[in-house]
Nanobody, 124 residues
Framework: QVQLVESGGGLVQPGGSLRLSCAAS????????MGWYRQAPGKEREWVAA???????NYADSVKDRFTISGDTAKKMVYLQMNSLRPEDTAVYYC??????????????????WGQGTQVTVSS
């Protein structure tokens, strides 16, 4: 059983900051990649940011230079620092982890895992 739990969402004024955290627990042997997605009301889920286990990062154009993804694969933690928040950043934010589980020397599985989401509301 693998579980991802996000925290850190809330209500913030435009121009403010929030830091989202995501804690992974369960039978994960190693994290291959980490990411954040968001879904605004009436819209499809969209990718926000990603980070490889080697530390390479990539961002959606809409959040570039405002958001920063980071992570600690040993602690199985993923973070999203969000600065200069705008009303259009309002959404439910989801943590995503691509991870491998080793069952034996010759048996492993790679899966995508999702958190339950945390609400971020940017409003004055």
């Amino acid at each position: 059983q693998v579980q991802l739990v996000e925290s850190g969402g809330g209500l913030v004024q435009p121009g403010g900051s929030l830091r989202l955290s995501c804690a992974a627990s369960g039978s994960i042997s190693g994290i291959i990649g980490m990411g954040w997605y968001r879904q605004a009301p009436g819209k499809e889920r969209e990718w926000v940011a990603a980070m490889t286990s080697g530390g390479a990062t990539n961002y959606a154009d809409s959040v570039k230079d405002r958001f920063t993804i980071s992570g600690d694969t040993a602690k199985k933690m993923v973070y999203l620092q969000m600065n200069s928040l705008r009303p259009e950043d309002t959404a439910v934010y989801y943590c995503n982890v691509n991870a491998v589980t080793y069952y034996s020397k010759f048996d492993s599985v790679i899966n995508d895992y999702w958190g339950q989401g945390t609400q971020v509301t940017v409003s004055s």
